[in-house]
């Protein structure tokens, strides 16, 4: 684990280190499935950080360089494993919706362990922000798949079932953003997706700021670190 904040990465960067994953676990370069079709480790790299700095854009652009420099690759939200509206109604836990218990956890895990494997079409979730709900198979995920890239604020966390996240990453990274930016940013996307200015500042000052000092608490597990921009 790196304890020095990495320099700022472009998509190349990255890139670069997610190749050199693939290429350590594949020394034989035997990239297609061998004659017994068993095919060649699938890389799974995490995306932590707050929320607002920036992880969704991250992931998007390193999964279209993978793709464009001949790796399949695909990218497969946490966010994906929010609680339905009506469930967190009924826990009484809609007011501190990005809470790690307004997520399924337990989901999210068995989700990764099935991704390790390249035997089988894998759906995931992902997650709505204009219906503010999870959608269901969303994501095919298919064997020739090489790389899943995840991105999520808990990725990190060493509590309950999220503990055992990062054990089935191959590398996750920490995205710093300065607090002061990635703020802005994250109230002008609460009024994107339909709050008043007022309502977004409040949501992202009370329940999101919450979320982001816990989740900065995890940063020291982190393989390297990402400065935003």
């Not at 700021?209 to 400065?227: E, F, H, I, K």
């Amino acid at each position: 684990m790196t304890e020095q904040l990495q320099p700022v990465y472009a998509p190349d960067d990255l890139l670069s280190r997610v190749q050199a994953l693939l290429a350590a676990a594949r020394p034989d370069q035997a990239a297609p499935p061998d004659s017994s079709g068993v095919r060649p480790p699938r890389i799974l790299v995490g995306i932590a950080g707050p929320p607002g700095c920036g992880k969704s854009t991250l992931a998007a652009g390193l999964v279209g360089a993978l793709n464009a420099a001949g790796t399949t690759a695909t990218c497969v939200p946490m966010d994906g494993f929010h609680l339905a509206g009506a469930e967190l109604a009924r826990l009484g836990r809609q007011d501190r919706k990005g809470a790690p218990d307004t997520f399924d956890a337990a989901g999210f895990v068995n989700l990764l362990t099935r991704l390790r494997s390249r035997t089988e079409t894998v759906y995931a979730p992902s997650f709505d922000r204009d219906l503010e709900e999870p959608i269901a198979g969303a994501i095919a995920v298919d064997p020739c798949v090489e790389v899943v890239v995840t991105e999520g604020n808990y990725l990190l966390l060493d509590d309950g079932p999220w503990a055992r996240v990062r054990t089935l990453l191959d590398e996750t990274w920490y995205l710093d953003l300065p607090d002061d930016v990635r703020v802005e940013r994250l109230v002008a996307r609460h009024v994107r997706h339909g709050r008043t200015q007022a309502a977004a500042r409040a949501w992202t000052l009370g329940p999101d700021q919450g979320n982001a000092d816990l989740v900065a608490a995890t940063r020291t597990r982190r393989d390297a670190a990402v400065r935003g921009r």
